[in-house]
């Protein structure tokens, strides 16, 4: 790993153990819930969680950009006697956009995107499975990758030259040479999305779906969940950090259309996503899409 992405790497995981010890202390203590969906909630700790990122980012890469489930894409504002460093030219252009429609000026340099709660039904709810997520995306893509587990205080992590890790220690994806022996995520939506579910359902153990993209997807890295699979209605930040983790542990990684896995001008719920053993990815890929 080199040593700059080692330093990115190690600012990640500091900020992503931080805002864990938010989301912590703030377990069912919820002060507010809000809706911002027809089947979605926002909490306070949503926006904290979000906030102590932002500030920290602030402080230590201030050319970067930033882009966040509640508040959108926006520029870091350079601090005095900031006139460049990566991700620069991006932000650059990014201010002269409102935050809503800032995220493609971001493209092309340095952007964390985090999702501060993900799985914020299931937190508001007390139901003990939840995550923080952050990634750096450099280019257009994900090279630094952590997911934070408040409760078990676990954190999976990786860069794009480095293998993906649990507690700093290596993790490979599962090693199970027969689909029916598989456990797998899954969330299928669209057109003949019950049918599809059950093709997968009739050919593996079983199916779960937890209520968190992020972690589930996580869980990929060291084989808890032998694949993960969501047809529908994820977005950039659920999906950076997480899926460069269970990439770098060995799992092929894809959209659900076969294509590329990440875009980070996609806009909000438009994203599907596979991880799972190359050996089983194509069947279940085939088993996932629309007809």
């Not at 620069?88 to 409102?98: G, K, V």
């Not at 914020?120 to 995550?131: D, I, K």
Request: with cysteine.
């Amino acid at each position: 790993m080199s040593e700059r992405r080692a330093a990115d790497l190690a600012f990640a995981i500091a900020l992503a153990e931080r805002a864990g010890r938010l989301l912590a202390s703030r377990y069912e203590r919820v002060e507010s819930i809000e809706l911002k969906g027809a089947k979605d909630v926002v909490t306070e700790v949503d926006h904290a969680s979000e906030a102590l990122v932002l500030r920290a980012i602030r402080r230590r890469f201030p050319a970067d950009g930033f882009l966040g489930e509640e508040g959108g894409a926006r520029p870091v504002e350079p601090g005095p006697g900031q006139s460049g460093g990566p991700g620069r030219s991006a932000n650059a252009a990014a201010r002269s956009h409102p935050a809503s429609d800032a995220r493609p000026a971001l493209a092309g340099g340095r952007v964390w995107v985090v999702d501060p709660l993900d799985g914020t039904v299931n937190f508001a709810n007390g139901l003990p499975f939840f995550c923080f997520s952050l990634a750096l995306v450099e280019d257009g893509r994900p090279v630094v990758g952590v997911i934070r587990d408040p409760l078990r205080r676990e954190t999976f992590a990786a860069s794009d030259d480095g293998p993906a890790l649990l507690g700093g220690r290596p993790v490979r994806v599962s090693r199970k040479t027969r689909l029916v022996d598989l456990v797998v995520a899954l969330s299928v939506a669209g057109r003949g999305a019950e049918a599809r579910a059950r093709s997968v359902r009739r050919v593996v153990r079983i199916t779960r779906s937890m209520g968190s993209a992020a972690l589930s997807c996580a869980y990929v890295a060291n084989g808890r969940f032998d694949a993960f699979g969501q047809s529908a209605g994820l977005s950039s930040w659920d999906i950076a950090a997480a899926g460069l983790i269970a990439e770098r542990a060995g799992a092929t990684v894809t959209a659900i259309d076969g294509g590329p896995w990440f875009r980070l001008d996609a806009p909000t719920g438009a994203l599907g996503l596979m991880a799972a053993p190359p050996a089983h990815h194509a069947r279940l890929l085939e088993l996932v899409r629309e007809p």
